[in-house]
């Protein structure tokens, strides 16, 4: 693809007039995918896929980030916006309520103040109808996108396809949730909304639980995964089809000449390329801003646990299940129980407060008190990458050079949405840089 010499990646065969390789009349780019979380490393799939030389750029490794101990669950077809009308009668409650699943700490950031003020413009039934139709399109390209590479890839990554059920605490919250599921519905996805019985009856660990819930949205097609174990099978493929790693290594800015990014600079040296994906999650936004560019992305701090399952019949669950009250899902994967929630706008904190854990805890044992082995809980903190409508930024932003692309900005569904992001992303590259690449080729041939 390239070599590296004093700390510098460079590119071979460049066009001397125009700056571009000169290798093939069908040029072949050489892309540089920053971050290697799922969506970065789902980028790099597709682009090596479709016939580009590709090298991975990481301040870590693979999987550090969001992408470490998420909640596992594939949500291809229930979407719903954090960004929802409803939020306005909940807020009171989330913002002040000790225990509260949000939590906003204010800060001298003006960025951290416009994203929220475009999220509570985002609050609209409009906007939210849009989004999720959005949203479901894009996962359906990602379902695609996921079963075609464990078609083809050997994934030990506690795949499981046995549905999911959304549980609602009283009528008000489940006759909402029935609106959502008919747009849903109307979009395509197949879902039920049933009753506390039935739902125990698809996963009988609820039964203990079944008096505390007015009712639930079933979606059977729905389903889970270890998202860190992906990301570790994803590298070793990439590493035996070519596509070059760089570990521990933070690019500080991107050089721009022009109307195109001639490299990304790190403490070591300059990664060279034809053109560079930026699927940071929310460390883009800093690396766009001194380019003029706005990300509207922001961290949305979210907490895991994981515990040992119980092998007990109808103790641990075996389908999906979100708890819409504490904002808390659950997901199986393998002899684990993957629990997650909680949404906190405190900038970029990586800090594990015990009670946040202990919240965690708490909510397993009240819906699933025998769910397993509390005694180890391997917590977990990331940042989800948000943006204020939910709708991740694909592709090139306006103002931007026209070999620099965005893949980023997932919130909580940068798992659900990776594979179908990279499809779009890759497309906008081909459309937008490899037509470039062409005009100069031909022009030093």
């Given amino acids: 693809m390239g070599r590296v010499a004093n700390g510098i990646f460079q590119n071979v065969g460049v066009c001397l007039q125009c700056g571009f390789m000169n290798t093939t009349t069908t040029p072949r780019l050489q892309v540089c995918v920053l971050g ?37 669950q594939l949500s291809y077809s229930y979407v719903q916006p954090l960004a929802d009308p409803s939020l306005w009668l909940q807020l009171p409650k989330l913002l002040l309520a000790p225990d509260s699943p949000l939590k906003f700490r204010p800060q001298l950031d003006p960025h951290q103040w416009a994203w929220g003020l475009r999220f509570l413009a985002a609050c609209r039934a409009s906007v939210s109808r849009r989004t999720t139709a959005s949203l479901l399109a894009l996962a359906s390209e990602s379902r695609a996108g996921f079963e075609h590479l464990m078609a083809q890839e050997p994934l030990d990554c506690d795949f499981s396809a046995t549905g999911k059920l959304v549980l609602y605490p009283d009528p008000s919250s489940f006759a909402a949730a029935r609106r959502q599921m008919e747009l849903q519905r109307s979009l395509g996805t197949v879902q039920h909304a ?26 059977p097609s729905e389903c889970a995964a270890d998202c860190f174990k992906v990301c570790q099978a994803l590298q070793r493929s990439l590493e035996a089809r070519g596509v070059r790693f760089l570990f521990q290594t933070e690019v500080t800015g991107l050089i721009r000449q ?7 600079q790190t403490r070591d040296g300059r990664i060279e390329a034809d053109a560079f994906v930026v699927s940071l999650g929310t460390g883009s936004r800093r690396l766009a ?27 641990a669950p075996l389908v999906n299940v979100t708890d819409a009250a504490r904002k808390v899902v659950f997901a199986r994967i393998g002899n684990r129980l993957r629990v997650a929630g909680m949404a906190e706008l405190v900038g970029h904190d990586r800090a594990i407060p015990a009670e946040r854990i202990a919240s965690l805890v708490t909510s397993t044992r009240e819906v699933f008190p025998e769910a397993g082995n509390f005694d180890d809980v391997q917590p977990w903190a990331g940042l989800r990458p948000a943006t204020p409508t ?38 906008a590259l081909n459309e937008s840089v490899r037509p470039v690449a062409a005009r100069l080729v031909a022009c030093s041939a």
């Fill in 289 to 315: 801003a001194p380019l003029g560019l706005d990300v509207p992305v922001y961290p949305i701090k979210g907490y895991s646990i994981t515990v040992e399952a119980s092998q007990a019949a109808g103790a």
């Fill in 36 to 72: 290697a979380g799922i969506v970065g490393l789902a980028t790099a799939w597709q682009l090596q896929r479709d016939g580009h030389e590709v090298t991975v750029v990481d301040s870590a490794q693979t999987g550090a980030g969001a992408s470490g101990a998420n909640g596992a």
């Fill in 258 to 264: 022009g109307d195109r990014i001639v490299a990304a």
């Fill in 194 to 219: 049933i009753s506390p019985a039935e739902a125990v009856a698809i996963e009988s660990a609820l039964a203990q639980h079944a008096p505390n819930f007015a009712g639930a949205i079933h979606t």
């Fill in 390 to 427: 939910g709708f991740p930024v694909l592709g090139r932003l306006r103002g931007s050079p026209h070999n620099l692309l965005f893949n980023t900005g997932h919130g909580a569904l940068g798992f659900t949405l990776a594979f179908g992001s990279a499809q779009r992303v890759a497309r």
